[in-house]
């Protein structure tokens, strides 16, 4: 399975992105599908991810102004990002792994985000 993660790039604080990832091959079953960050000297964190049966969790920094959702038919998840911050200045990486029984875990390359003040 390959992730391609794309809609980063550089905004202004305030401002608005939309990430996108699409996931080509077999993803079968159950199954979480989210997103990532790293910003430099930090351990990558779970920023959102949505299960295929629908429930959604969202860090605390996300909740409020991320929206994260997936269109099954296409194997593709979004990440719509508003009121951004500096501190979301990360690299922001696209995650598929399944749910129990199901084990797999597959990462796509990471698109940077950069919001400057």
């Known amino acids: 399975v390959h992730l391609q993660a794309s809609g980063g790039g550089l905004v202004q604080a305030g401002g608005s992105l939309r990430l996108s990832c699409v996931a080509s091959?077999?993803?079968?079953?159950?199954?979480?599908m989210g997103w990532y960050r790293q910003a430099p000297g930090s351990q990558r964190a779970l920023v959102a991810q949505?299960?295929?049966?629908?429930?959604?969790t969202y860090a605390d920094s996300a909740k409020g102004r991320f929206t994260i959702s997936r269109d099954n038919a296409k194997n593709t998840v979004y990440l719509q990002m508003n009121s951004l911050k500096p501190e979301d200045t990360a690299v922001y990486y696209c995650n598929v792994k399944g749910a129990p029984p199901y084990v797999y875990n597959y990462w796509g390359q990471g698109t940077l985000v950069t919001v400057s003040s």
């Open positions: 949505v299960t295929s049966s629908g429930p959604i």
């Open positions: 091959g077999s993803i079968f079953g159950r199954n979480h």
